[in-house]
């Protein structure tokens, strides 16, 4: 066999290229990289994900939207939802509030203070939630190390009542969530030109005005991208309020789990994680748009 | 001859291999005699009385521990093909077993020690027994409460604000909160209280500047209740409560005079499951009187078996045996009350 009988002739190739759809000549072929993991999510999430969708509006005389009348249709779940949201929205800005600067600290290290701020980042990941709530406990309860602490130092005369209260369950949020604040921003942070901060130094500029003007709008993709992450972590969380505030604190997460192992309830419950999902990805693709558009407002 | 060595006998070499690393266990497991148990988490099952009956009876017990609804999801998931030959669940979840025809009855078996059960310890014509009857009242810290409650209208003594868990309604043991508060609410006996359950609801509000959480994680609520951070724990049974006070914790079970609830230990065939001999052998020795006289001393609960003599220094009074098929009935609607007026902050 000749190779010239093997290869088409170069007008051929031009017209069959021409014939093709746009698209995959416009695809990288390095996108093809994404594929198993692209099958791998369209097994483990997606089809999962068709499934609840279709058991949320499944009945037994067909379709119907009942599931999601008995979850919007009724105040105690209008409240479970009110109680998600502020759960997702506290622990997105406390995190924000002591991650910000953690991030700062942990891109401006170097050396052995940056490696000991990284493991101090990445250690309380590797630390099961169940061995913190229980930690949680220790240090909260009345005869607890912050009440010693309170008392010993004068500031209370008697113990306070900190445990399974609201508070109690942001903090804990917080501590759990507070990684994923930090690595998105820090990510940001680190590759910020200090030039330009100086060059602005060099102008007059005060230190307040050079973080309001150039240092904070340039890390706000990273904190976009740390509050969407945290947010839509912390709104979908079950463990941790389950342990830190149990029945009391009624999260959405906690309604489907009553209503799948509990009460069987199939539509309930998927109806509830269609509304969860809907908000979480209300949240991603909005943070998304914002990043977009900030990455526009800084060019 | 000599053998020569080829890329063909070698990929065959590997073919035998590996059908023979597949199908080795597969064959291994076949002549083992063993058998697959779920059942609740309990300390004291595997190391002490599943022992006791591997070595009576030399077989294998492959066991699972976790709560009584999970249990019973896996069952339905693998109803095609069954690999659990027997399960360890409360009465409620077991309701729902034999309605979903999950489980074979016991009656009729080759399980000669079931005709020795006190007759509520084999509940809907022996499709299930109990194989023991843990006790549930009040769990007490004994270092902050003294004297011990004589009465469950303690509970709502204000001394105690901030200072009472009571169990989730998602769990069994919640039932003894709500007879309790029904109880005080219209004067009836505990066991009468079940039907008027709905009839406590108001009472079992007012308890709530007492209550400090509603737990659906016993082992945290009692290492609080423990540490003495809380008082009363409503309530966890026997096997948890005695449990611990004989290995040191400061905890004991209040005898209220108006009695104690024996909570729901039952035992059933897996419908179709295998090795249902094994599994036989095995529900037979766990009625048996001798078995049943070490599962008190181990868990602290009554035994079901009439041969059985109770344990001296178990003291309890007759329990109120429930109807747990009303409860099982009532369930869904009591969770979403308890949520919705309990729970509630």
Not at chain 2, 91 to 114: H, K, Q, S, T, Y
């Amino acid at each position: 066999m000749s190779v010239s009988a093997a290869a088409p002739p170069a007008s051929s190739l031009s017209a069959a290229r021409a014939a093709l759809p746009q698209l995959p000549r416009r695809l990288d072929p390095l996108a093809l990289l994404a594929l198993p993991a692209l099958l791998f999510m369209a097994v483990v999430f997606l089809m999962p994900l068709l499934l609840l969708l279709w058991a949320s509006v499944r009945a037994e005389g067909g379709f119907s939207l009942a599931g999601y009348v008995r979850v919007l249709g009724d105040s105690y779940y209008i409240g479970v939802i009110g109680n998600s949201l502020r759960l997702g929205l506290v622990t997105a800005f406390g995190a924000l509030l002591l991650g910000y600067p953690a991030a700062f600290a942990l891109a401006r290290a170097r050396g052995y203070a940056q490696a000991i701020l990284f493991a101090l980042v990445f250690l309380p990941l590797t630390v099961s939630i169940i061995v913190k709530s229980f930690g949680w406990g220790i240090v909260l309860r009345r005869d607890g190390i912050l009440n010693w602490l309170l008392i010993s130092l004068g500031l209370i005369e008697r113990p306070l009542r900190m445990l399974f209260t609201e508070e109690s369950l942001y903090a804990g949020m917080i501590n759990v969530f507070l990684p994923f604040m930090v690595l998105p921003i820090y990510s940001v942070v680190r590759m910020l030109d200090p030039r330009l901060s100086e060059a602005a130094a060099t102008l007059g500029a005060s230190p307040l005005f050079r973080f309001l003007r150039i240092t904070l709008p340039l890390s706000l993709p990273g904190v976009v991208a740390g509050l969407s992450i945290v947010f839509s972590l912390a709104v979908a969380a079950y463990v941790t309020p389950s342990l830190l505030m149990g029945d009391r604190y009624m999260t959405m997460s906690m309604v489907m789990a009553k209503a799948f192992l509990n009460l069987r309830d199939w539509q309930l419950g998927s109806a509830m994680a269609a509304v969860l999902l809907a908000l979480a990805v209300a949240v991603v693709v909005g943070a998304g748009l914002l990043q977009r558009r900030l990455a526009r407002h800084g060019q | 001859m000599m053998h020569r060595s080829t890329r063909r006998t070698l990929l065959k070499g590997i073919a035998a291999g590996s059908a023979w690393s597949l199908a080795a266990p597969a064959i291994v497991r076949a002549a083992e005699r063993e058998i697959f148990v779920g059942g609740p988490a309990s300390p004291g099952l595997e190391d002490i009385l599943f022992k006791h009956i591997e070595r009576k009876h030399g077989f294998k017990i492959l066991f699972e521990g976790t709560n009584s609804l999970i249990n019973l999801e896996k069952i339905r998931s693998n109803r095609a093909r069954p690999t659990m030959t027997v399960t360890m669940m409360d009465d409620p979840v077991l309701v729902l077993a034999e309605r979903e025809g999950l489980i074979a009855p016991l009656r009729g078996l080759n399980i000669p020690n079931l005709a020795d059960l006190r007759p509520d310890a084999r509940p809907h014509d022996s499709m299930w027994a109990n194989w023991c009857f843990p006790a549930a009242s009040i769990s007490y810290n004994t270092d902050n409460v003294k004297p011990a409650p004589t009465s469950y209208a303690e509970c709502w003594d204000r001394k105690y604000r901030d200072k009472v868990i009571i169990i989730s309604m998602r769990i069994t043991q919640a039932v003894v909160p709500l007879l309790a508060a029904t109880h005080v609410a219209t004067g009836k006996p505990l066991a009468e209280c079940l039907r008027l359950a709905d009839e406590g609801f108001a009472k079992l509000r007012e308890l709530r500047p007492n209550i400090l959480q509603i737990t659906t994680n016993p082992p945290q609520a009692q290492q609080l209740h423990e540490s003495g951070e809380v008082d009363l724990y409503l309530s966890p049974d026997s096997r948890t409560t005695l449990f611990r006070k004989s290995r040191g914790a400061p905890v004991d079970l209040a005898r209220p005079r108006e009695g104690m609830v024996a909570m729901p230990a039952g035992v059933a065939l897996v419908k179709d499951g295998p090795n249902q001999e094994l599994g036989m052998t095995f529900i037979n020795e766990l009625l048996d009187p001798e078995t049943q006289a070490l599962a008190a001393r181990t868990f602290f609960s009554l035994p079901t078996n009439t041969k059985t003599a109770k344990p001296a220094d178990l003291d309890f009074p007759d329990l109120a045996v429930l109807d747990w098929e009303y409860f099982a009935d009532n369930r869904n609607r009591w969770i979403e009350r308890f949520e919705r007026e309990i729970a509630v902050r």
